[in-house]
């Protein structure tokens, strides 16, 4: 962190001559690639609602850990939504109702539940506002290195499985006849979505989160004309309106997690309108 630091000092930037500014800004160049790399297989795959719902498992797990006085209540929600992905892909895997049925099955008794932990015995849901609207500004330097640590593991997964994963997401049963192991590698993906959402939610927030898993991507989809550069542009715009928004953020005393979200929707409309010119 020193280093960082002393990169920010150099910089002839204000907002980063305070230290808590640097830590946000250092939290979102690291939640943008996760947010980028992501978000391509959340479109590819149609799991948009997917990721929704493991926020709100997320935020049942949160409620959990606060309920048995952990110190650190993120462990627990990393831990339940574990649970809850590797529930829903059993059974995904087992029953003949339609992917967005089920999702919207466990959606809604995952936030039922969390709500119903949150308000037990009269207890006050102030607390958890945190959780729903998020706050980088307040990001830790521990947060930080388990940003870091799930960035570099996702890089390193994304780099032996991209494109296994991208052809079980578009055919799989032409994956399967490949020798892939479908269900396997959703199931990893599935758990990968799940600890990325949980250490994200405090820092963006439960109402916006999913719509940083979704936009880059759609976003890069309007004018990518390969794989490659569908990546590359999904990871590129999820750093830039990172970046534009915490600057947006500090200027206007705004929440960042909704600048952020609001400049890639912008970015979608840009380039829905150069896709509609391309054509």
């Known amino acids: 962190m020193s280093l960082w630091y002393a990169f920010c000092d150099l910089l002839p930037l204000e907002m980063l001559h305070w ?9 979102m160049l690291l939640m943008a690639p996760l947010f980028g790399l992501m978000s391509t297989m959340i479109v590819t795959g149609r799991m948009s609602f997917f990721s929704d719902a493991l926020g709100h498992s997320a935020f ?35 029953s003949n109702q339609a992917a967005d049925t089920l999702i919207g099955v466990f959606s809604s008794t995952a936030v039922a539940l969390g709500i119903f932990i949150a308000t037990l015995g009269g207890g006050s849901f102030t607390k958890y506002n945190q ?7 307040s990001v830790t330097p521990g ?14 997964f994304w780099i032996l499985y991209a494109n296994r994963l991208t052809l079980t997401a578009i055919h799989p049963q032409l994956a399967s006849s490949r020798g892939i ?4 590698a959703q199931t990893l993906f599935i758990c990968v979505i799940a600890v990325v959402v949980t250490l994200c939610i405090s820092s963006v927030g439960l109402l916006i989160l999913n719509s940083l898993l979704v936009l880059p991507a759609a976003a890069a989809r309007n004018v990518a004309r390969n794989l490659k550069q569908y ?3 999904s990871v590129l715009f999820a750093l830039g309106a990172g970046v534009g928004g915490l600057t947006i953020s500090y ?3 705004c929440s960042a997690g ?13 380039t829905f309108c150069f896709r509609k010119r391309r054509a």
Do not use: E
Not at 68 to 94: N, Y
Not at 131 to 137: E, P, T
Not at 181 to 184: E, K, M, W, Y
Not at 258 to 270: D, G, R, T
């Open 19 to 27: 230290d808590f500014m640097k830590n946000a800004m250092l939290a």
């Open 60 to 94: 049942t797990g949160i409620a959990i850990g606060c309920i048995c006085g952990l110190a650190a209540p993120t462990w627990a929600a990393v831990g339940f939504s574990l649970a809850f992905a590797l529930l829903f892909s059993w059974v995904r895997s087992r």
């Open 131 to 137: 959780y729903l609207i998020g706050d980088v500004l």
């Open 143 to 156: 947060q930080i290195g388990a940003l870091a640590l799930v960035l570099a593991t996702v890089l390193v």
């Open 181 to 184: 192991p479908v269900g396997l």
């Open 231 to 233: 990546h590359l542009l």
């Open 251 to 253: 200027c206007l005393g």
């Open 258 to 270: 909704a600048a952020v979200s609001l400049l890639l929707a912008l970015l979608f409309a840009v």
